[in-house]
């Protein structure tokens, strides 16, 4: 994942939507994973569900772009901080950039070996992944809720630490990625 | 209202009239079939949320007592043991079982029966009562009766309302989730039925199917 060059300044307009626009969206869809499984069963659960997978889809979507555009984008160079720092928080990233992609996989799966329709915001149906099969789908749902909560796990760690830059390093690192924040102390962009 | 009573002879003729006029009773019976299980298949295609889906029921009896020359003596009835319903996945099978849907519960079974066939410019019809969770409609039932290698074959394609008969009520009665046309096809390769009274073979058994029954 690293980039070989990286430059000064803080991730472009793009970028920063990306990023923040996604997290607008998992924080809709974990809470709404959460609370539509355990519903029984009506129509206004079926909606939810529907909801839910056209959001992870869009999702899914987003993160094939997100990609694809950071690869054409150089990597805002990081306030001093030790080596280790560093490639934790790449490794971070790179666990963080393949569950957006496994999770919404693994629920597409999962909706697959189940023999359920796939519908994006009702507009356009979805091939399934796999033929109907009882087995697959009770693996699939448990990769599922587990990429879910690894996922929850990861961002938890990364925001945190983000926050601990900003906070008690007091270094520019938030200000990377988040319009409006200033390096701490300094007063000015990085 | 007429407070007077009919006399006794006028219903006496009336009775008569009345079973003479009953095919099933006087007019002897067309050549009976059964359903080959291993070939014939029950099966209807709905749509959920945009998408089509099939589903078969695997369980049913039939017994098919046609021939174009013996109308009046000619007849199909089924039943089909609901619960045999396959949609390729399990929750919706089980949604299907529930109260909502067909209510396997309190109705376990559908039945069929078409006591009249005629023939149409299009082919043989039957006027069938279908009895889906207890509510029975008339519909008509135009079918293709062929000879393939020796063996009859019925085939017909119905298309059904499920809100005629309850199935998808209450909050599911409009299409967002699931479409109110429910195409059902049949298709029976057929064998000469067991000698009389015979109950009807089971189809999806085949171990209880009719091992080459004599032809009468
Ligand atoms: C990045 C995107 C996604 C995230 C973060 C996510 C997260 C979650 C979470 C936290 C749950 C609750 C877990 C449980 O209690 O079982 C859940 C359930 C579910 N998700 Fe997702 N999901 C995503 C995308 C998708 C997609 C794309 C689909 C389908 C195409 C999908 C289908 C489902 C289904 C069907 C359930 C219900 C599981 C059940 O009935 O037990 N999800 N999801
Ligand atoms: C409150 C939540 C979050 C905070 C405070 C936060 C903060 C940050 C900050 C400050 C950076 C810049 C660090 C750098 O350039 O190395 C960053 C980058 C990144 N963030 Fe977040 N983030 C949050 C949520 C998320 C979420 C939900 C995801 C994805 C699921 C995510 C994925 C990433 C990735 C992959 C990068 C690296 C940039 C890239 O390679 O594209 N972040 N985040």
Known sequence: ?190 | MNTRHPSPALLLFVGVLGLSACPTLYAADAPAYVPVAAQSSLSFSGTQQGERFTGVFRDFDARIAYAPDQLPGSHIDVTIRLKSLDSKSQDRDSALAGADWFDFAKFPTATFHAATIRISSAGPVGDADLTIKGKTKRISFPFTWKNDSGKNVLDARVTLDRLDFGVGAGEWADESVAGRKVDVVVHLVLASAPAAAAPAATAGKPAAAPAAAPKH
């Open chain 1, 1 to 190: 994942m690293a980039t070989a060059t990286t430059v000064p300044g803080r991730w472009g307009g793009l970028s920063r939507l990306f990023h923040w626009g996604m997290l607008g969206l998992f924080l809709v869809i974990v809470p709404l994973g959460l609370y539509m499984a355990d519903l029984p069963l009506s129509k206004q659960k079926l909606k939810l569900y529907a909801l839910h997978k056209s959001i992870g889809l869009t999702l899914l979507a987003l993160a094939a772009l997100r990609l694809l555009w950071r690869s054409t984008q150089r990597r805002p160079s990081l306030p001093p901080m030790p080596a280790w720092q560093e490639r934790a928080a790449s490794a971070t990233h790179v666990a963080l950039y393949a569950l957006m992609f496994l999770v919404p996989l693994a629920g597409w799966l999962f909706n697959s070996a189940a023999g359920f329709p796939l519908q994006w915001f009702g507009q356009v149906n979805l091939p399934a992944l796999v033929d109907a099969n009882p087995a697959l789908k009770s693996l699939a749902r448990e990769a599922h809720e587990l990429g879910a909560w690894t996922l929850v796990a990861f961002v938890a760690l990364h925001a945190a630490a983000a926050l601990k830059h900003h906070f008690i390093d007091r270094d520019r690192t938030l200000a990377l990625m988040t319009p409006g924040v200033k390096a701490p102390g300094t007063g000015v962009d990085p």
